[in-house]
């Protein structure tokens, strides 16, 4: 199974910009759909952004649209997402996550199965 290994994250005031980055390890993902999810106190995990193997279509949550943008990098094995003008409301822990070899409904929560480790992302306002 691949490893997901997240960096980037921390602390940023309000309208600044962050890159996470999402490293697979133990294997390539260029198969997979990848997304980023993201936690905040009290409430469910939601899936702001996902990248299809395919053509590598996007999907971004609406709360983040226009300012988040996911990419990959075939040849790093790496995903990234950049969140641009960041607001209190984007205080979270994201995670990326990994769906099924081959699989479908990248734009789906339950398509996810391999999950990378939290990073707190905080924004002060």
């Known amino acids: 199974q691949v490893v997901l290994v997240v960096s980037g994250g921390g602390l940023v005031q309000a309208g600044g910009s962050l890159r996470l980055s999402c490293a697979a390890s133990g294997g390539s993902f260029s198969n997979y759909n990848m997304g980023w999810f993201r936690q905040a106190p009290g409430k469910e995990r939601e899936l702001v952004a996902a990248i299809g193997y395919v053509l590598s279509s996007t999907y971004y949550a609406n709360s983040v649209k226009g300012r988040f943008t996911i990419s990959r990098d075939k040849a790093k094995n790496t995903v990234l997402l950049q969140m641009n003008s960041l607001q209190s409301d984007d205080t979270a822990v994201y995670y990326c996550?990994?769906?099924?070899?081959?699989?479908?409904?990248?734009?789906?929560?339950?398509?996810?199965?391999?999950w990378g480790q939290g990073t707190q992302v905080t924004v002060s306002s």
């Open positions: 996550a990994a769906g099924r070899p081959y699989g479908g409904g990248f734009s789906m929560p339950s398509a996810y199965v391999n």
